[in-house]
Each structure stands twice: as structure tokens, then as C-alpha cells.
């Protein structure tokens, strides 16, 4: 571009001031060495005067130089601001804004197309309650730009088959109906599942809750009708508590009740997303490459003169939480005074393959200095 700025002359300076610096230099000198007392007072007084007024005078002189240096540079910035800055920021604001629209209208254009598509998918799979923007398509430039945006439609085809999947599968369970009214709201089968199954255990607690004290009243009853009569009411409560838990076992029914459902929505789960083994072995080898992983995946020990060693249960843990789809852990089955009744389970709730060991811990620490028993439960 041809120079349209150019600098014709450079400002000349006329000064004599290194001719009086060894002036200045000896009047302050003076002025210094001057001794100040009260006799002498005055005369300091004025020789600071002088000194002061005569620096006043050349920064008046230092700033006329500047004003007048700087006077053509002030008078350029505003020829170059009307002429330049202003023109150009005017025009990037309007380009900004042409581009902007024509970016707008290719985005939208893209997601009309995609909108019809969502509704192919809709009418084919029979989804007619989901709307396009539960699926979370955001349109980019790129995908915008593409006459057919193939990873945008391919999102959409999931989303659809996926819910498209989850009808199927909540229709052939019990309260199908009522699960999937939950699930038209919520879009998360599990969830529904589990929000049914909860509200049915609620009713069924209600019920055997309205059972117990219909009893209770009637026994009361009973009771009250003399003494011949409770003869009879003794043989019919007994037959009563055979056939209906007490109330005391209502909460381990419920406990149990509620291990299952949970159970239940975990295995739905995992049959909905089944894990990539090829992930999850990469996913594995990545953990294990972890310094913090590998310093405790082994264990060792010393016996009869050797050393023991195996996996931990850290590298355990780590392999099933890698793995994916996995219920682990351990239950304590009894527990006395001297030991404890264990069962440790590992289940893959894609192939429901169960396995289980049940071992006793005895209540003993061993050390070098010989074993002692545990007796606090913090121990144990």
C-alpha cells in the first residue's frame, strides 16, 4: 500500500541548557552548603526563592516546546480519525452485520431441514409426544454449510430410535401404562421405572399400614366381648400373624422391597446402554497407567520365609468401575463376639452372571508382637 502518511519534517529544538547546567549546579551548591540558623534564616529563605521562581520559568518554557510539538500530531488525529478509524470501524459494523445474516439465514434454512427430518423419524417410529428441541441439536456453521448435515441427522436418528427403544421395552412390563406416562414427561426410562415402583410400594405400605389397624381395632373388639370370647380371638390372631407379618417386619419387607426395584432399574439400565468393551479396555489400561493407581495395585506379605503378592483390592475396584455395568461389594451376614460372617458378590448386570464368596473374619489383629483380639467396633 502507497505511504498516505508520511512525516515531512521533524520538530528542531533550540535550547541552552547544558551551557547553564554548571550555573544551576553551583547556585544549588551554594544554596546547600549554606548553614541555617536564625540569623541567618532569611537569606536561605530567598536563595530557595530564586531558585524556585527560575525552575518555575523553564516549565513554562518546557511546556510551550510541547504544546507546540505536539500541536501538528493533535491536528493529524483528527483529520485520521474522520477519515480513517471512523470510516473503517463504520464499514467492519455493517460487513459484521451482512455476514452475520446471510450466517443466520444458512443456520436456520439448515434447521428446518433438520426439523423435517425430526418429524420422518417421529412419524416412523410412532414418537408423536417429543419435541425437536428435547433432542439438544445445536446448528453450526459447518453443519449449516453442508447440503445434507450428516452428524446432526444421525443425533436426531438416535435420540428418536432411543425413545423409540424404551417404549418398547416399558411396554412389556407391569404398569406399562403408568410408566409411560412418567416416562413422556421425564424421557428417562429408569426414572420412570423407578418413580412408578416407588409409588406402588407407598400404596401397598398404606394398605398393609390401614390392614394392621383394622385388625387391631377388631381385635380390641373382640376382646371386649368377655371372657369366652377370648379364647376364640387368641386362636384367631394367631392364624392372623401366620398369614400377615407383624408390623416389626414391615420395615426389613420394605428394606428388601426397595434392594429389588433398585436392582430392577439397574439391570433396565444396563440392558438401555450396554457397555463398548473396547472403551472400557481403553478406559482400564488408561486408569492403570495412573502412578497414583500403581503404587497400590498390588498387595504383598511375608510367609513361611516368602512374600505374598496379588491384586488389591484398589486395582479391583478400578477394573469394575472401568468395566461398567457392574454391582459389587460385601455384606456382612452374622457378626458374634469373636468373628464375623462375610459374603463378598461381584454381578454383571448385562449377563446377569452372579459370583459369590462367603468367608468368617476372625475379631483378631496380628501383629509381630503376637495377635490380640478386637474388641471395639471401629476396629472390627
Request: contains cysteine; charged residues 35%.
Amino acid at each position: 500500500m502507497e505511504a498516505l502518511i508520511q512525516v515531512k519534517q521533524l520538530p528542531i529544538i533550540e535550547e541552552q541548557l547544558r551551557s547553564m547546567k554548571a550555573d544551576v549546579d553551583k547556585r544549588v551548591e551554594d544554596a546547600l552548603s549554606l548553614v541555617c540558623t536564625e540569623e541567618t534564616v532569611q537569606s536561605v529563605k530567598a536563595v530557595r526563592a530564586d531558585l524556585n521562581k527560575e525552575f518555575q520559568a523553564l516549565e513554562a518554557q518546557r511546556k510551550e516546546v510541547k504544546k507546540a510539538v505536539l500541536g501538528p500530531y493533535e491536528q493529524f488525529e483528527m483529520v485520521y480519525k474522520e477519515c480513517v478509524s471512523d470510516a473503517y470501524r463504520w464499514a467492519d459494523l455493517e460487513l459484521k452485520k451482512k455476514i452475520s445474516d446471510v450466517e443466520a439465514d444458512l443456520k436456520k434454512r439448515c434447521e428446518d431441514g433438520l426439523r423435517e427430518y425430526f418429524a420422518e423419524l417421529c412419524a416412523a417410529e410412532r414418537v408423536d409426544f417429543v419435541r425437536y428441541e428435547q433432542a439438544g441439536i445445536v446448528v453450526d456453521m459447518a453443519s449449516a454449510k453442508q447440503k445434507t448435515p450428516k452428524k446432526l441427522r444421525e443425533k436426531l436418528a438416535e435420540f428418536v430410535s432411543g425413545i423409540a427403544r424404551s417404549m418398547e421395552l416399558i411396554s412389556g412390563m407391569d404398569d406399562a401404562e403408568e410408566i409411560m406416562a412418567e416416562f413422556k414427561r421425564s424421557l428417562d426410562a429408569p426414572a420412570a421405572i423407578s418413580t412408578v415402583q416407588e409409588r406402588h410400594r407407598r400404596i401397598e405400605a398404606e394398605k398393609e399400614d390401614q390392614m394392621l389397624r383394622e385388625e387391631q381395632r377388631a381385635r380390641e373388639a373382640r376382646r371386649g366381648s368377655g371372657m369366652n370370647n377370648e379364647i376364640k380371638n387368641i386362636s384367631a390372631i394367631a392364624e392372623f400373624e401366620e398369614s400377615n407379618p407383624a408390623p416389626r417386619r414391615v420395615g426389613a419387607e420394605l428394606a428388601a422391597s426397595r434392594e429389588a426395584q433398585e436392582v430392577q432399574v439397574a439391570m433396565v439400565a444396563a440392558k438401555r446402554f450396554p457397555r463398548d468393551e473396547v472403551e472400557a479396555y481403553n478406559r482400564i489400561l488408561r486408569d492403570c497407567q495412573r502412578p497414583s493407581l500403581a503404587e497400590k495395585a498390588m498387595y504383598e506379605f511375608p510367609r513361611g520365609g516368602q512374600v505374598v503378592t496379588g491384586p488389591s483390592i484398589h486395582l479391583a475396584k478400578t477394573l469394575a468401575r472401568g468395566w461398567g455395568n457392574i454391582d459389587s461389594g460385601f455384606k456382612v451376614l452374622e457378626q458374634t463376639a469373636k468373628e464375623s460372617t462375610v459374603m463378598a458378590y461381584c454381578w454383571d448386570l448385562e449377563t446377569n452372571y452372579r459370583e459369590t464368596k462367603v468367608f468368617t473374619v476372625p475379631h483378631v489383629r496380628e501383629t509381630k508382637k503376637g495377635a490380640y483380639p478386637l474388641t471395639d467396633p471401629r476396629d472390627i
